[in-house]
C-alpha cells in the first residue's frame, strides 16, 4: 500500500533528466549486453516484494508469500517441461530485493525476458480478475495508481533518492517522462502479455482485465521483453481465497508457465525465419559480371584472327544477329574501371557491359544490385 502525496511542483535533478533522456533515445539501459544467442534460453521470475516488503496485505495473507510460491511453481515448470530453458529467479525466498537489482539481476543474466509477479488491492472489494502490464505511459489513472503502489517500494531502500535521481513515487510528476520513454522491446513485451492474459482467461478460469502500461521502476531499466503481472486482488475474499489455495497459485503458475511456452516456441520460429531468410538471400545472391567489350561483328570469327590478336582472354556472347567480344572480367565495377583503361590503349573503343549469369543487363542495374548486397 501507499501513502497519496499533495501534487507539487518538482523539479528533475540534471543527471536524472540525462539519464532518462538516453533512455528515450536508445530504448534500453546503458549498460545492456546485446544477445548472442537466437534462440529461447533464458527466462527471469521476479517474486514482487519480499523481506521487509510485505506488499498489498490481505485479509490473511501478504502479497510476498503468495507471488513467492507462485514464482517457484512456475520456475518448477519450466525446469521440467522446458528443459533447455534456464531459469533465474530475483529472489527464492522470503528476503528484500531493491528494485534496481532485480534489474540488474535481468540484465547480467542476459535473458530472453523478464516476468515479474504481483498481486494487486484496491478500495472497491467487488473488483477481481488479472491484468498484465508493459512498460509505458499509464492510460488511466486507475493503471497510474497501481504503479505508484508498486513503485513505493523504493523508499525502503537506503539512499533511494540518489539511486533513483530523485524519483518520487508517490508524485504523479514522476511519471511525466514515462510519456516519452519508448521501450525498444514494446512489441515482444505486449505479445507476452497478451499471451499470458488469454492463458489466465483459458487455463485458470480469471477475469481477463487486459493488457495494460504503467511506469514501472522494475521494468525500467530491463534491457529486454519484460512484463509485469497482477494475478489477481487480495482485497476481493474470494480471489484473496483462491491465491491462498495451492489449487489456484498451482493454475496461475500453469497459466504462466504456457504462456512462456508460448512465447518461446513464436520467438524461436521467429529466429528460424530470419535465420532462414539470410540464408536463402546468401544463397540466391546475384551473380554479377562486369566485362570489357572490344568488338563486334556480324559473323563469328576464328580463334587466332581478329580481336583474338590482340587480347588473349575472350568471351563472346550473341545479341540479335552480332556476335559481340570481350574480354576480361570483373565482379567489382571499380575494378573493372581500371582495367578499362588498359583495354582501351588497344581498342579504344570498348567499354563496359555488365551480365547477371549469362544475362546482359544494363550496367546502372549492376552497380545498383552490387551496391545493395554492400
Request: zero cysteines; charged letters at 30%.
Amino acid at each position: 500500500m501507499f501513502l497519496l502525496m499533495k501534487r507539487r511542483e518538482k523539479v528533475y535533478p540534471i543527471k536524472f533528466l540525462l539519464i532518462l533522456f538516453i533512455s528515450m533515445i536508445f530504448g534500453i539501459n546503458i549498460n545492456g549486453q546485446k544477445k548472442n544467442s537466437t534462440k529461447f534460453n533464458t527466462v527471469v521470475i521476479d517474486a514482487g516484494h519480499g523481506g521487509k516488503d510485505p506488499g498489498a496485505l490481505g485479509g490473511n495473507i501478504h502479497e510476498k508469500d503468495v507471488v513467492l510460491a507462485i514464482a517457484l511453481k512456475v520456475g518448477k515448470y519450466v525446469n521440467e517441461y522446458l528443459p533447455d530453458v534456464k531459469v533465474i529467479y530475483t529472489r527464492d525466498k522470503d528476503e528484500f530485493i531493491p528494485l534496481y537489482k532485480r534489474a540488474e539481476i535481468a540484465n547480467k543474466s542476459d535473458a530472453d525476458l523478464f516476468i515479474s509477479i504481483h498481486a494487486n488491492y484496491i478500495s472497491d472489494p467487488r473488483i477481481h480478475g488479472v491484468e498484465t502490464y508493459a512498460l509505458g505511459p499509464a492510460r488511466s489513472n486507475e493503471n497510474l495508481e497501481v504503479a505508484k503502489k508498486e513503485n513505493s517500494v523504493i523508499v525502503m531502500e537506503d539512499e533511494y533518492t540518489t539511486k533513483y535521481e530523485g524519483f518520487d513515487p508517490n508524485s504523479a510528476e514522476s511519471y511525466i517522462l514515462f510519456e516519452y520513454m519508448q521501450s525498444t522491446y514494446v512489441e515482444q513485451s505486449t505479445l507476452m502479455a497478451s499471451l499470458l492474459q488469454k492463458q489466465f482467461h483459458d487455463r485458470a478460469g480469471r477475469k481477463d482485465r487486459g493488457v495494460k502500461q504503467a511506469g514501472f521502476l522494475v521494468l525500467r531499466n530491463i534491457t529486454h521483453p519484460s512484463v509485469l503481472v497482477e494475478v489477481g486482488f487480495l482485497s476481493n475474499k474470494a480471489e484473496e481465497k483462491y491465491l491462498m489455495s495451492d489449487k489456484g497459485q498451482t493454475y496461475i503458475a500453469s497459466a504462466i508457465f504456457r504462456a512462456i511456452r508460448d512465447y518461446k516456441k513464436q520467438y524461436d520460429e521467429k529466429s528460424t525465419e530470419v535465420k532462414t531468410a539470410k540464408k536463402e538471400k546468401v544463397e540466391k545472391k546475384p551473380d554479377i559480371t562486369y566485362r570489357i567489350q572490344v568488338a563486334s561483328y556480324r559473323h563469328m570469327i576464328k580463334k587466332g584472327s581478329g580481336i583474338y590478336k590482340k587480347f588473349k582472354d575472350i568471351y563472346f556472347y550473341k545479341e540479335g544477329n552480332r556476335y559481340k567480344y570481350t574480354t576480361l572480367s570483373s565482379s567489382d565495377y571499380f575494378d573493372i574501371t581500371n582495367k578499362l583503361r588498359q583495354v582501351q590503349k588497344k581498342a579504344p573503343g570498348s567499354f563496359i557491359v555488365a551480365f547477371e549469369g549469362d544475362k546482359k543487363i544494363p550496367v546502372s542495374d549492376a552497380i545498383k544490385i552490387t551496391n545493395t548486397e554492400k
